[in-house]
C-alpha cells in the first residue's frame, strides 16, 4: 500500500508540473510581449518571454509543426509504456519517467496551443527555457544517475 500511495504522490506531482508549466506560461503570454524581458536578478535571471519554434535550444527551427507533434507523440507513448512496464517498487525510475513525461507533454500543449513552445526562465548564459523543460532535465538526471547505480552495483557482484 505503501508503495503505490508513493507512486500516486509521483503522478500527482507530475500532473503538478503541467499545471504550474502551463498557468505561468498563460500569464505571461497576457502579461508579457515577445522578447521582453523582467529582470528578477540584474544580469542573472530574468523572465523573458520568448517562442521557441524549435525543438531544445532551438534546434531544428525549420521543421513543419507537425514534425514536432509527431516526435512528441511518440516520446510520450514510449514513456507511457514505460512507466507501466517499470517494477512499481523502483519509485525514483517511476519519478523520472513521469518528470520527463509532464514536461513532455506540457510542451506538446504549448504547440497544439500556440504552435511552439513558450519559454520564460532566462538565465543569460543558457538557452531560455521553461518549467517543462527543467522537470524534462531533472528527470533525465534522475534515470542516468539511477542507470549509473544500477550498473554499479551490478559490477560489485561476483
Known amino acids: 500500500m505503501h508503495k503505490r500511495i508513493s507512486r500516486i504522490i509521483i503522478i500527482l506531482a507530475g500532473l503538478f508540473v503541467i499545471t ?18 523582467i529582470p528578477v536578478i540584474k544580469d542573472i535571471f530574468h523572465i523573458t518571454l520568448v517562442y521557441n519554434t524549435g525543438a531544445a535550444f532551438g534546434l531544428f527551427k525549420d521543421q513543419p509543426l507537425l514534425f514536432f507533434i509527431g516526435v512528441s507523440a511518440v516520446a510520450i507513448t514510449y514513456l507511457i509504456y514505460f ?28 504547440r497544439f496551443r500556440v504552435g511552439c513552445v513558450i519559454d520564460f526562465l532566462d538565465f543569460r548564459v543558457w538557452p ?27 559490477s560489485h557482484t561476483c
Not at 504550474?20 to 524581458?37: I, R
Not at 517498487?89 to 510542451?107: D, E, H, M, P, Q
Open 83 to 110: 512507466l507501466k512496464v517499470v517494477d512499481k517498487a523502483k519509485l525514483f525510475l517511476t519519478l523520472a519517467l513521469v518528470l520527463i513525461l509532464a514536461g513532455s507533454i506540457s510542451n506538446l500543449i504549448d
Open 20 to 37: 504550474l508549466d502551463q498557468v505561468v506560461k498563460f500569464y505571461l503570454s497576457g502579461a508579457l510581449q515577445p522578447n521582453s524581458s
Open 128 to 154: 531560455v527555457f521553461n518549467l517543462g523543460d527543467s522537470a524534462i532535465t531533472v528527470g533525465v538526471l534522475i534515470l542516468v544517475l539511477h542507470l549509473f547505480l544500477k550498473r554499479k552495483n551490478a
